[in-house]
């Protein structure tokens, strides 16, 4: 589905005020234009809690690539909740499509850890999400909750292949 200009705008000022609406302290965002035509946007959200030294943190980004006629069709995504407290991390991505569909057939990805920083395995299969409020309506079901993130129920692309894939964020 293609979005002018002004409705990736529209959105990505909804999905910042949809995470003020839970209290998260996010900065003013901006729709930032690329050389190569693209536009996109991060947004980093720091969600009220206990106070620790780290809170928990959601961010959302996106690049939407130009489909003509004023148009634009988003071509990649990254929504990770990193939960700083609970020391976990679970996030939904689309980027490094042309490799990832190469090497295992699949254009998105998941990531999941029970302890931060010590995956079980690098990339799991996952389903692709139709925007940044259904990615971000689905990590923020696990923020405050003490139970598991159940990473062991997903299936792995990569685990023991020592994967590196493109240059983009894994």
Known sequence: MSSSLQQVASYLGGLTVFLRNLG???PECVLDRYDTGEIGFRIEGALPGQQRSKTAIVLATEIWRPAGSGRYNRVE????FIDHPAD?????????????LARFGVLVHEHCE???????????FGLPVSTGYEALNALLGHWGQPEPLRCARLRCID????????????
């Open 77 to 80: 995504y990254e929504y990770e």
């Open 114 to 124: 029970e302890v931060l920083g010590k995956p079980r395995c690098g990339h799991y």
């Open 88 to 100: 976990r991390r679970r996030a939904f991505h689309m980027h490094d499509t042309e490799d990832f």
């Open 159 to 170: 685990q023991g292949l020592g994967m590196k894939v493109g240059s983009g964020p894994a």
């Open 24 to 26: 998260s302290a996010v």
